[in-house]
Nanobody, 125 residues
């Protein structure tokens, strides 16, 4: 059974930081593209970031570029999202995803093979 379990969400003030983690089990983690999406109330699901299986290639939405950093630890089957300089518009449920497809496919289709249950991030003004 494949499981993606996110943690690290919470309430933070504008300008603050959070680090999300996603621990994956049940699949060959080092073979999968990993990523993060988010969805705010009343809005469509939005791509945030992806990282290739090797960790060499990353991509970011323009709205988070320069503030968020994605990374992975293949030895621990974990992907991270370091979020700095948080803004109220970053408030959303953040979802960890895993895909056998390349990152470009994940970004353009907004689809992945597996999704986590989500973790709430709330940024107060």
């Amino acid at each position: 059974q494949v499981q993606l379990v996110e943690s690290g969400g919470g309430l933070v003030q504008t300008g603050g930081s959070l680090r999300l983690s996603c621990v994956v089990s049940g699949l060959p983690f080092s073979s999968y593209t990993m990523g993060w999406f988010r969805q705010a109330p009343g809005k469509e699901r939005e791509f945030v970031s992806t990282i290739s299986w090797s960790g060499v290639t990353t991509s970011y939405a323009d709205s988070v570029k320069g503030r968020f950093t994605i990374s992975r630890d293949n030895a621990k089957n974990t992907v991270f999202l370091q979020m700095n300089s948080l803004k109220p518009e970053d408030t959303a449920v953040y979802y960890c995803v895993a895909s056998k497809s390349p990152a470009l496919v994940v970004v353009t289709t907004r689809r992945a093979d597996y999704w986590g249950q989500g973790t709430q991030v709330t940024v107060s003004s």
